[in-house]
Structure formats: structure tokens, C-alpha cells
């Protein structure tokens, strides 16, 4: 990783915003609660691009490095991986989109449809132009590093929301009970189990971490495109630090729909920054030992 000088420094911020809101989690989200803000539904809409977005990307690039692969098992193979990347994308995107997190439409999620289409189809032909055209040998080694990003930021977040158990901000306002809020070392509390026995959806208590920030900071291997475009050179530092502004945005207006407490975001985050740091080491530490 040459961003080292930037990267640390961003994790240093996000520690700084999880610390203060180990202290002022509810005040901030008292504060700054909007559930009607249209600017916060549609970057939940489109916040998590970066991961589902990115499996296009990655699934058109399989497709291109693969063109000219002779063995005929491992063509099979990866076709089939790029084929499920990208349709994966979609329908993630999709789900995404109409889920009672953005539109809430889920019964109409034929609405949100074209847009993923046209989303997850345009970044997977990108990622088909751009590694066709990569003078780079390992091309197809930034890709599935990329891909194992995204798989473990989904698979860990997943795992955490259903041990954590956090109510959402909105859930407590709704409930008018400010006794039900729990600080972010409190897991597994109780308080989903009572109230899902009530018939509250297991959703309102997937608080901590934010799936949608973690996806989002998926948006800093914008720093990697540089490997496979070489007109990119140069620019990886503009490249991260796009990518960290985006998932900045993205969990500020999480907050805002009152779905996630500070400590939520920026610990979902830390997790995206980690899993890019401990692969990229695995992957380029030891790149003379991995043959692909």
C-alpha cells in the first residue's frame, strides 16, 4: 500500500468520531434525527454501491482477464464467478434500494430495478474495459483481492449485527423511551428478544455496525485502480481520499435517518479499513509466494 501517510491518518479520524461517540451517541442522534430527508433516503439508496457496485466491476474484469486463458476448467470457472458477481451486484443493489432502510419498497422492487441495471451494468462493462486494456500481470490478483474485500466487509457485518442486537435510534424515538437506548459495549441486551416476541421487526435492532458504511468504505479500493490502469498512476491519494468522503457522507446521513449511532459508523468503518489493511498485506506482502 502506498497511502500509508493518508490511510492512517483517516483511520485516526474515524477512531477519534468512534471515541466521542462512545460519550455523546445519543445526543448526537437526538439532534440531528430527520426520518423524512430525502437527500439521506437516496444515499441510502445508492450508499452501498461501492461493495455491490464493486462486484460488478469485479465480475466484468473476471470476465476480460479471462478471455485469454487456455485451460478450459479454470475458463469455466471463472466465467461462472464473473457471471455471479455481476448478478449478485444487481440484486444486492436491487434489495438495497427498495429495503425499509432507503425507499421502502420492497414490494415493488421492480421500480428500483432499471437503476441497478444501469449502475451494476455500467460499472461491470468499466471493469471489462479497463482490464481488457490493463498492461498489468496481475491484474486478475487486484480483482479477486478486491473481491475478498468486499465478500469479508459483508460476511463480518452480518455476523456482528446479529451478536450485537442494537436498537436503532428511530426504534427508540418511535417507542418515545429513551431507557431503551444501550451503549455501544452493550451486547446482546435483551431488548431485541423482548420486542421481536411483540412482533418488532429483527431489522430495528441491527444498529451496530453500519452495514451501509461498511460498504461504502469499500469505496477506498478506488486507491487499487491504479494496478490495473496505468493512466491512473499518480493519483491513488485523490482516489482514497474519494472513497473516504464517500463513506463519510454515507454514514453522516445514516445518522440522520436515525438508523445508526456514531459509534455504529465509524466502527463499521474501522472494520473496512482493517480487512483492507490485513489483505493487502496477505496479498502483496507475500506476492512472490501467491501464483494465481
Not at 466491476?57 to 470457472?77: D, Y
Not at 460498504?215 to 486507491?223: D, T
Request: charged share 20%; net charge positive.
Amino acid at each position: 500500500m502506498k497511502n500509508k501517510k493518508i490511510f492512517f491518518p483517516i483511520f485516526g479520524i474515524v477512531l477519534i468520531v468512534f471515541v466521542l461517540g462512545l460519550f455523546f451517541d445519543l445526543q448526537f442522534a437526538q439532534v440531528i434525527y430527520s426520518k423524512n430527508n430525502l437527500f439521506a433516503k437516496i444515499m441510502a439508496a445508492i450508499g452501498e454501491t461501492p461493495a455491490y457496485g464493486g462486484l460488478a466491476f469485479i465480475g466484468g474484469g473476471l470476465f476480460a482477464t479471462n478471455l485469454k486463458r487456455e485451460n478450459k476448467f479454470l475458463k469455466i470457472v471463472f466465467f461462472a464467478m464473473a457471471f455471479l458477481c455481476v448478478l449478485g451486484g444487481i440484486v444486492l443493489s436491487t434489495r438495497a434500494m427498495a429495503s425499509h432502510n432507503a425507499f421502502n419498497i420492497e414490494d415493488k422492487w421492480y421500480i428500483v430495478l432499471p437503476f441497478a441495471l444501469i449502475i451494476d451494468g455500467g460499472l461491470g462493462y468499466l471493469g471489462y474495459r479497463m482490464c481488457l486494456k490493463s498492461t498489468n500481470e496481475d491484474t486478475l490478483k487486484v480483482l479477486l483481492f478486491m473481491l475478498m474485500v468486499i465478500a469479508a466487509v459483508v460476511l463480518s457485518i452480518t455476523v456482528l449485527k446479529r451478536l450485537w442486537g442494537r436498537p436503532r435510534y428511530r426504534f427508540i424515538d418511535k417507542e418515545g423511551d429513551l431507557n431503551l437506548f444501550r451503549n455501544w459495549w452493550e451486547i446482546h441486551s435483551g431488548i431485541k428478544d423482548t420486542f421481536i416476541n411483540k412482533g418488532v421487526s429483527s431489522d430495528e435492532f441491527k444498529s451496530c455496525p453500519s452495514g451501509h458504511t461498511s460498504s461504502a468504505a469499500c469505496a477506498l479500493l478506488l486507491m487499487y485502480l491504479p494496478l490495473i490502469d496505468e493512466k491512473l498512476k499518480g493519483k491513488e491519494t485523490l482516489l482514497l481520499l474519494i472513497g473516504a468522503i464517500w463513506a463519510g457522507v454515507v454514514g453522516f446521513t445514516r445518522h440522520i435517518l436515525g438508523a445508526h449511532f456514531l459509534t455504529d459508523t465509524s466502527f463499521a468503518y474501522m472494520i473496512t479499513m482493517l480487512i483492507i489493511l490485513v489483505l493487502n498485506y496477505f496479498f502483496y506482502k507475500f506476492k512472490d509466494k501467491i501464483k494465481i
